[in-house]
């Protein structure tokens, strides 16, 4: 899953009905503690939408599984609201790829017969292709260099307000899954300056296309060239000499205004 830039996935168990969302693992240890994502709202709504189109789950008039009754929850749960589980697979997508996964209790039978898989089936039918159909919901794109236009690999993307950053893929293609609203998304790679722009994610069930261009910063360029043992253009010259002088000046500033600090020390130290 770290090779591969999958955005969304579910796994399915036995033995309950229910459809849980991360973090699956509580602060601390807790045996049960609500433990939301920065992504919470997304993942609350990938949970319903299973939930809400399972024939089982979404009978009001089915049993109760175990002793616990998530219809009162909507059948869906926060892992961690449930009982922590350290290591899952949830918790791994969502912190270490840039994937969003949730969990699918399907079945009060941990291990149906096989006679009984066409039902199951049946029953989990229609929520697998609404829940895949999710998968066009928020923003994509591709970051490329503004010179050569080639894609640019593992630059990062990141949301106001969503501590969750995301990174692209070997060709430079991303995608982010967001509930609709306006969003504020900034890119950086090494060696470029950031790019920001503001992208609107609407109701409609295909996704925002939201590209970037990125510029390679002086330092970067200068490095390519050595490397290459060519020459410095002059445009080049010119912006390495402005970066220099920009940092001498802020240098000189920060010198005068120690200087004067102390200046003004010494003297309230000769007054009293």
């Not at 993307?157 to 899954?177: F, P, T």
């Not at 790679?189 to 295909?206: D, I, N, T």
């Not at 000046?249 to 004067?260: C, D, F, G, L, V």
């Amino acid at each position: 899953m770290q090779d591969i830039p999958f955005v969304l996935s579910a796994n399915l168990h036995g033995g309950e009905l229910v459809v849980t969302y991360p973090f699956d693992c509580t602060r601390d240890w807790a045996p049960q503690e609500d433990t939301p994502t920065a992504d919470d709202a997304f993942f609350r709504w990938l949970a319903t939408v299973y939930a809400s189109t399972h024939l089982v789950l979404a009978n009001p008039d089915r049993r109760i599984c175990h002793y616990e009754d998530f219809q009162m929850h909507n059948n869906i749960i926060n892992g961690g609201a449930w009982h922590t589980v350290p290591g899952s697979m949830n918790d791994f997508s969502y912190l270490h790829t840039n994937c969003f996964e949730v969990t699918v209790e399907l079945s009060c039978d941990k291990f149906p017969h096989a006679s009984e898989l066409p039902v199951e089936w049946e029953n989990n039918k229609e929520s697998l292709l609404v829940y895949m159909e999710q998968v066009h919901r928020g923003i994509k794109g591709v970051i490329r260099d503004k010179i050569t236009k080639q894609g640019i690999a593992n630059a990062v993307i990141k949301v106001e307000d969503h501590d969750h950053d995301i990174r692209s893929a070997n060709d430079g293609d991303y995608w982010r899954l967001l509930n609709p609203g306006e969003y504020k998304v900034v890119v950086w790679a090494e060696g470029y300056f950031p790019s920001m722009r503001r992208c609107h994610v609407g109701m409609e069930p295909h996704p925002t296309i939201c590209d970037f261009t990125l510029t390679k910063t002086p330092i970067q360029r200068l490095k390519e060239i050595r490397a290459r043992g060519e020459k410095i253009p002059k445009d080049l010259q010119l912006r390495l000499r402005a970066l220099r002088m920009r940092k001498l000046r802020a240098s000189t500033k920060a010198i005068n205004r120690r200087r004067e600090s102390q200046q003004l020390q010494m003297r309230r130290a000769r007054s009293s």
